[in-house]
Each structure stands twice: as C-alpha cells, then as structure tokens.
C-alpha cells in the first residue's frame, strides 16, 4: 500500500520518496520533505533507488514525522503557521505516544522536532513522583533500598513540601 | 517497536527531555533507576540550567570554583552566593556605600534593619528597595518575591513579581498581576523602586526589620542591581 502524503498531487512533479516503516507501510514523501531529517538526507546522497527501510520506527509514527516533515518542507506556509503547527503537533498526544516520537526524530535526527516533543515530554514530567516516572517510562527500580536512599539524600531539597502528583 | 521503552533511548534523547524539566525534577528524576541516573546527572542536562553565562561569572570569583561536573556547579552556585570582583557583599543593610550587583544567587534574600532612632517619631514611613536590572537580569520573575517589614510585633507581608523581559523592555511599570499587592515605580533617576511595606513609627522600638525574598523556587537568578533600602515619610 502506498499512502500519499497530503501534499502529493501538488508535488507531484517533483522528486519523491517512499519511506517503508518497521511493519510494512509505505509512504510517499517529497524528496524536499526527507531531506530535512538529517538522516535520511545522508541514506540519499548515498543511494541510488527512492525507497527508504527503517526497520525501527513503526507505522503510526512514521506517519506523524511525515506530517510534520511535509509541513515544513511546504514553502507556501508562513513561520508563523509552521509553529502553531508545531503547539498543535504534540498538544493532547499521550505520553506513550511522545515516547516513540521523541525516540523516531533522534533517529531521524530530526532535530526540531525531537526539541519540541522532549519539551512536551519534560512539560508532562515536572513535579511527578519518582513512581510516576518508573510506570510511564516503564522502567524498573535497580536500586537497593540503601542505594536509592544515599541519592535521595544526596539532594534532599529536591523534596520539598510541592504536591507532588501521580497522574 | 512495542516493546521498546524510554529506557532504550540513546542517552542523548533522554538528557534532551530531562533538560527541559526543572532542576528540582532532575534531581528526582536520579532515583528512577541507576540507567536513568546518567541521563539526569549528565552534563547534557545540568548545562540548560546554568545560567548562559556562567563560565564569564566564575572566572571573575575571588576564590576559584572547583566542579566535578555542571551538577556539582549547580550546587555549588546554588549553596552559597558567589563572590565576584573583590568580594563585594550580598547580605545588605540600608545605606552601603556603593551599589551591589547581585551576579547570581539560588536563595535570594535581601535584609536590613536600621534604628529606629534615626527615624521621626508619630510617623507613617514607606520602606522602598532601590534596585536596577541588568541587561543579562534572569530567573526573577518565575515566582513572586516576598516582601515584608517588622517592627516590633508588627508585621506586614506583600509579593511583588520583578519582571525582568518587561522592564528591561519598557523601563516601565507594568500592571499588577493576580496575587500581586506591591508596585514597581520608575523613579526620576531610572532607578527602579520596590515598595516593601509601610509602617507606622509609635518610637517604642528600637529598630525596624525589612525583608525582600525570593527562595521558592530554587532556580538560579542573578543581574540584579542593589543600591539600598530607602525609608521615606509618607504623606
């Protein structure tokens, strides 16, 4: 299946890409699209054929930097366009599903988006519990008791009296 | 791709989202787990929270600062407030001799007392700050400073909000903000003027205590311009 992205028709005569995510679904992106992920912009330079693998970023998410990837590379929009674009890109989006964007644009090094989505990301993360943290980055405690208390009072002011919340 | 957690992220990405959070959220963010650590003690993260021009304030301190890491500068920045220049003092009492500048401090608290002697008696007297900002002024309006006057059993308390992009950008006095009870005047010599509080001289004291603070959020702040405290009769 080859899915246009919305500018297609009008890009049409310009060069285009197929971008194909970890589970098969393919993309077609302009090349002026691409090129602004540092990464695949060098995978380019360096292939013959138009047709991108990435073995680690699934389709949902692929789908999502390509929208962003073809907003910005659309020069009939103005700055100021691309960055409400932006606030409305990542605002609402799950944790969950910032996670793998912020781990998609690294990848892809795409780096202004990877900024905004960490910010979104760090924005959701402030005044959380550390078992907060643990259950949505699912990430197990590897600490001893004794070890895990030395850090915490290694910077004891950091627990304050602030509320802080858990969900 | 379903199985992948944060935890799988290049440390880089992770010190990106730490970077944005709070030095406060950092710290905490150590506990998570060993793996997490070195994301949120990294330099990486810790550099966002200096202020930009940090290496220019620590090559200008009296005694040399010594760091391991940017956290333990933090800490170190954030303990104790730095002397620069010859060691000019930040503890302040009303009417030094020349202006302090204020180059960056975690805990800001400005206090002076004067005797109540040297004041009229049976008279209501305003306590002003006379403060400048600098160019380079940072991080003294994300919470609201306190100000507060004691005389005796008298107390009075009041917040005022320095704000730092305003007043760089105006020189102006701007609209008070919600939990905000004090003004900011510009006086005829650009100087700007903090009310502190007012109080009434019954002359049964011995001195007035005046207060300006801000230690709520524990954030680095600095460019502030110092030149006393001010007590003035009001009409």
């Known amino acids: 299946m080859v899915t246009t992205d919305e500018k297609g028709p009008l890009t049409a005569k310009k060069k285009s890409v197929i971008i194909r995510s970890c589970d098969g679904d393919e993309f077609l992106v302009s090349e002026s699209a691409a090129v602004l992920s540092t990464s695949l912009k060098k995978i ?17 998410t692929l789908a999502m930097v390509i929208a962003y990837l073809s907003t910005h590379a659309d020069d009939g929009l103005s700055d ?9 890109f990542v605002s609402g989006k799950e944790f969950d599903v910032l996670k793998y964007l912020v781990l998609a644009t690294d990848t892809l090094q795409v780096t202004c988006l ?11 993360m402030k005044n959380k519990l550390v078992e907060w943290v643990r259950r949505e980055f699912d990430i197990q405690n590897d600490y001893t008791p004794e070890a895990e208390a030395e850090i915490r009072r290694l910077d004891a002011w950091a627990w304050d009296d602030r509320q802080l919340e858990d969900d | ?26 710290c905490r963010s150590a506990v998570v787990s060993a793996a997490f650590r070195g994301a949120a003690d990294s330099d990486g993260a810790w550099e966002n929270f200096l202020p930009p021009d940090y290496r220019e304030i620590i090559s200008r ?39 302090v500048e204020l180059r960056m401090v975690c805990w800001l608290e400005i206090y ?45 308390r009041g917040t005022i909000y320095l704000k730092c992009d305003l007043l760089k950008r105006q020189g102006l006095v701007d609209t ?55 007590l003035r009769p009001k009409q």
Request: hydrophobic letters at 35%.
């Open chain 2, 61 to 99: 301190s009296v005694s040399p600062v010594e760091f391991s890491s940017k956290k333990d500068l933090f800490r170190r920045l954030s303990s104790a407030p730095l002397l620069i220049d010859g060691g000019k003092k930040v503890n302040l009492i009303v009417g030094f001799s020349e202006v």
């Open chain 2, 176 to 230: 008070l903000r919600e939990g905000e009870d004090r003004v900011v005047c510009v006086r005829e010599d650009k100087w700007l003027e903090v009310e502190l509080g007012e109080f009434y001289n019954y002359g049964n004291h011995k001195e007035v205590k005046m207060w300006f603070r801000e230690v709520k959020g524990v954030h680095l702040k600095g460019g502030l311009l110092v030149e006393g405290i001010e």
């Open chain 2, 112 to 156: 002076g007392k004067i005797s109540i002697e040297m004041l009229s008696p049976n008279t209501t007297y305003g306590a002003y700050l006379i403060i400048q900002l600098t160019e380079r002024a940072f991080g003294l309006d994300v919470e609201p400073s306190e100000v507060s006057i004691e005389i005796g059993s008298y107390k009075t």
């Open chain 2, 1 to 26: 791709m379903a199985d992948t957690t944060v935890e799988a992220l290049p440390e880089d990405c992770l010190c990106h989202v730490i970077s944005f959070t709070s030095p406060r959220d950092a």
């Open chain 1, 80 to 88: 100021d366009l691309k960055r409400s674009f932006d606030q409305e």
């Open chain 1, 114 to 124: 990877c900024y905004t989505v960490a910010k979104k990301m760090a924005d959701i």
């Open chain 1, 44 to 60: 380019l330079e360096e292939k013959e054929d138009r047709l991108i693998h990435l073995s680690d970023i699934d389709n949902k």
